[in-house]
């Protein structure tokens, strides 16, 4: 009744606007509630006066929303069917690829240095996720990443002599390894539908196949094999200029020569046919060979194939055959396979059709990001039978890269 007492204060009590001001604010009695004789029904029987109950369902009661299966999130085999040692790979090379993409990055760099500032900018093209920060994966690797204060106060990142010792070598193994890269690149080329593949993608997949960085440069050292071919837009284009027959034979055909039966096996093409015909486990297999064999050699031309027809689909798989034995590790992921999608003539459905091939092919990871292997190339522990100079160097890499010091006895080739 704060204005009562101003209206005392000021004017006093009987003052004029005080008694004005106090009829205008007190209820009239035309309009002055009735009082209820019984107000302890009215509390019960409001709807409003629920104020003290628990209305909410407690969080221990509420029930828990299963999260909705995405192709990011959803495994590619399910658990019966999963073959740990090559899932163990897919998980080796997400734990390491802050080390192999900061070593491409900065192999690249002028002094293989790079500015700590900067690199913390670079989380795609040094393999760390963003908002993290780059100094904690620096310091996971001591033996292969350091950082030094530079003299213009600034601190940097680099590598540390070990790993400059590991790249030398790697260089030394792309020099003796040129020949064999160089037939890389020309059966891929023989694979392609117009024998024409952009110089950018073979970089992109350069580390798939152990062709080297400065590859684009050495290419111009065989005129006889290559030739590169500046189109409208700007793009350099690699193209066949000689086709080679003894290299046109893949290593399904290969293989038919040694281990007939094996190959008959490695693909499953099954005929359609009604349930009336009644046939036993053996005749099943031996009318499923007459849509098998013959397979369609990868080194034909599959752009003149309908899309829809068989000979395309063991065409298809022919290819990604062949592709995955010219790799090192005899596996490929997602974006290497449809990076080179029109010059195989690939399809959107080549996650279904290799699904269909578990015999020869093995997905791994999930359905957005699956990696694909090469089944026979490996025993079964999942090692690698025949193991390229690279592959070796790798996986002396792997070690050390888990390394906080270097073993005894653990050498480092020099050259």
Request: glycine share 4%; with cysteine; hydrophobic share 40%.
């Amino acid at each position: 009744m704060a204005w009562r007492l101003l209206l005392n204060k000021t004017h006093g009590p009987n003052s004029s606007l005080a008694k004005t001001l106090a009829l205008a604010i007190s209820p009239q009695p035309s309009v002055r509630p009735l009082l209820n004789p019984n107000p302890l029904k009215q509390f019960l029987t409001s709807p409003f006066s629920t104020s003290f109950l628990v209305t909410k369902t407690p969080k221990k009661f509420k029930k828990k929303r299963t999260k909705k299966v995405s192709p990011r999130t959803q495994l590619v085999q399910s658990e019966p069917n999963r073959i740990s040692h090559f899932e163990h790979i897919v998980e080796r090379d997400a734990f390491l690829r802050f080390v192999t993409k900061s070593k491409d990055f900065l192999s690249k760099q002028p002094e293989h240095v790079l500015r700590l500032d900067d690199a913390g900018k670079l989380h795609r093209e040094l393999g760390f996720p963003r908002g993290r920060k780059v100094s904690r994966f620096i310091e996971k690797y001591p033996l292969l990443f350091q950082t030094y204060r530079h003299t213009d106060g600034k601190m940097w990142f680099g590598f540390t002599e070990l790993m400059e010792d590991l790249l030398e070598e790697e260089r030394a193994i792309a020099d003796s390894m040129e020949v064999d890269r160089v037939n890389i690149v020309r059966k891929l080329l023989m694979m392609s539908a117009n024998k024409r593949i952009p110089l950018s993608k073979i970089y992109h997949c350069r580390s798939l196949f152990g062709i080297p960085e400065d590859f684009r440069d050495r290419v111009v050292k065989y005129p006889n094999y290559f030739r590169i071919i500046v189109e409208g837009d700007g793009k350099r284009v690699l193209e066949l200029l000689n086709w080679d027959p003894l290299l046109a034979v893949s290593a399904l055909e290969r293989e038919f020569i040694v281990d007939e039966d094996k190959v008959k096996r490695a693909f499953k093409f099954p005929v359609k046919h009604g349930k009336d015909l009644d046939l036993d486990e053996d005749d099943t297999r031996k009318l499923n060979f007459l849509n098998t064999l013959p397979l369609v050699s990868p080194y034909s031309d599959g752009s003149r194939l309908d899309i829809w027809t068989l000979e395309a689909e063991k065409y298809r798989v022919g290819v990604l055959h062949e592709f995955l034995s010219l790799t090192l590790e005899k596996r490929a992921s997602i974006h290497h396979v449809v990076e080179f999608k029109e010059e195989f003539s690939l399809n959107k459905h080549t996650y279904r059709m290799l699904l269909k091939q578990p015999r020869t092919f093995y997905l791994a990871g999930t359905e957005m990001n699956w990696v694909v292997f090469l089944k026979d190339a490996y025993d079964e522990n999942g090692v690698l039978i025949k193991k390229d100079p690279q592959v070796v160097f790798n996986e002396k890499l792997y070690k050390i890269a888990q390394m906080l010091e270097l073993e005894p006895g653990f050498g480092i080739e020099k050259r």
